[in-house]
């Protein structure tokens, strides 16, 4: 949830259903706004289908993309913007 904050983004977090004895996964897929408020959760155990409709608006970076991986990280963001003008069209 500290990660769709810190991005300003919605997070997908998906994870097989535990095991009854608690070895392996842990469960609990998930959906979360970017304000780090959980919109949709699956249980432990069951094996369940989280599904949400989200309301998808243009990113605004709140850092610049610097370090290692800002290239990368901006190639990504470049693709983004093709992609919504696309659908805009």
Do not use: C, Y
């Not at 500290?2 to 959906?31: F, K, W």
């Amino acid at each position: 949830m500290a990660r769709a904050v810190e991005n300003g983004m919605v997070l997908v977090q998906s994870n097989a259903p535990a095991n009854p004895d608690l070895t392996g996964s842990h469960g609990q897929s998930r959906i979360v706004a970017s304000d780090g408020n959980i919109l949709k959760e699956a249980s432990f155990f069951g094996e369940e289908t989280v599904i949400e409709t989200l309301a998808i608006k243009p990113a605004r970076l709140k850092r610049p993309l610097d370090g290692l991986l800002g290239d990368w990280w901006q190639r990504g963001v470049d693709l983004m913007m093709i992609n919504r003008h696309r659908q805009l069209e």
